[in-house]
């Protein structure tokens, strides 16, 4: 069992920045993918962004060049540094870990972007 626990949320002002962290504990193998899901009031859960198990992001078109995600496989630990916020990036902000096949979800953290 894999448990995954999110935290940095919080409210910021429209082009300020966050950072949120995502720790992964229990049953890890080297070989896995992680990232940043986000579900805005009323609207589906979308992907942010996301690396794998090499090393390669890939972004949502809304936040390329204002958000970065990075790993560090020895915490076994993703950050998405959030820069330049919207008002558009206010949501819950949902971990995601793919493993072996199986996907496994932290409990989410809230952003809210308002002057």
């Known amino acids: 069992q894999v448990q995954l626990v999110e935290s940095g949320g919080g409210l910021v002002q429209p082009g300020g920045s966050l950072r949120l962290s995502c720790a992964a504990s229990?049953?890890?193998?080297?070989?896995?993918?992680m990232g940043w899901y986000r579900q805005a009031p009323g609207k589906e859960r979308e992907l942010v962004a996301d690396i794998d198990s090499g090393g390669s992001s890939n972004y949502a078109d809304s936040v390329k060049g204002r958000f970065t995600i990075s790993g560090d496989r020895a915490k076994n630990t993703v950050i998405l540094q959030m820069n330049s916020l919207k008002l558009e990036d206010t949501a819950v902000y949902y971990c995601?870990?793919?493993?072996?096949?199986?996907?496994?979800w932290g409990k989410g953290t809230l952003v809210t972007v308002s002057s």
């Open positions: 229990g049953s890890i193998f080297s070989l896995y993918a």
């Open positions: 995601k870990l793919n493993e072996l096949g199986i996907a496994y």
